[in-house]
């Protein structure tokens, strides 16, 4: 799904919103969830899942193309883990407990 598809999902589900205000809406809580991972912050949807950020340290890599070694700088990687609703959900298992893996 795009985030084309997430606008027409809201405005099925709310008709009394135009489609710049769903597209609006949706744009925000993107904006809202990139900004506090620039942060650093860590954002927790419940039954969702949760959006983090992790430190990579820097480390030697290589070119594809030619072999030859690259120093790689340390960054920020974002990262999600889905919460277990949502892989119970994905796994066909909606409703039912679902152990921890």
Do not use: D, W, Y
């Not at 992790?54 to 030619?66: A, I, L, V, Y």
Request: glycine share 12%.
């Amino acid at each position: 799904m795009t985030k084309r598809g997430i606008v027409g999902e809201l405005l099925g589900r709310r008709s009394t919103l135009s489609h710049r205000q769903a597209e609006s809406v949706v744009n925000a809580v993107f904006e809202a969830i990139a900004a506090a991972l620039a942060e650093g912050a860590r954002v927790e949807i419940r039954s969702f899942g949760a959006f983090g950020v992790k430190q990579r340290r820097p480390r030697q890599g290589r070119n594809p193309r030619t072999g030859e070694l690259v120093e790689v700088r340390a960054k920020r990687v974002p990262f999600f883990r889905a919460g277990e609703e949502l892989r119970g959900e994905v796994n066909g298992r909606a409703g039912r407990s679902v152990a921890k893996s």
